[in-house]
């Protein structure tokens, strides 16, 4: 696993370096950092979810914790719409719908996992 975030990062790192030396070379570059100290918790914040998720994956599966990051960023999103709203951009009916099914896949996720840690736990018992 650590190989391919290895190669996500390098890739990433030379599409960027890439598109910035072809600004340069059109002329197109301003470089100006915003202002906003808020901004700049994305990198951060992201290195910490790459590091949870990777101490995660093993206890959860690979299945699981995809379902569960997509339909906590779905459920986080469809929150900050309603409770910070921007001008234009209104929640439809839809975009709940499809949150309440992801929230749904999550949890049918848990369902065989915790069936057969019972019965494991019955096995135990029984012995």
């Not at 992201?46 to 599966?61: D, E, F, K, P, T």
């Not at 921007?86 to 749904?104: E, K, Q, R």
């Amino acid at each position: 696993m650590l190989v391919s975030i290895t190669w996500n990062f390098i890739v990433g790192f030379c599409v960027l370096g890439a598109a910035l030396a072809i600004r340069i070379a059109l002329g197109h570059v301003t470089i100006q950092l915003p202002d906003t100290w808020w901004m700049y918790l994305g990198g951060p914040l992201g290195l910490l979810s790459i590091g949870l998720m990777a101490i995660l994956v093993r206890g959860l599966g690979l299945l699981m914790l995809g379902v569960a990051s997509t339909a906590g960023q779905l459920l986080g999103s469809v929150l900050i719409d309603e409770l910070i709203p921007s001008l234009g951009n209104t929640v439809y009916l839809v975009t709940i719908i499809g949150t309440l099914f992801a929230l749904v896949g999550a949890i049918v996720t848990t369902i065989p996992e915790y069936r057969a840690s019972k019965m494991a736990q019955r096995m135990e018992v029984s012995e």
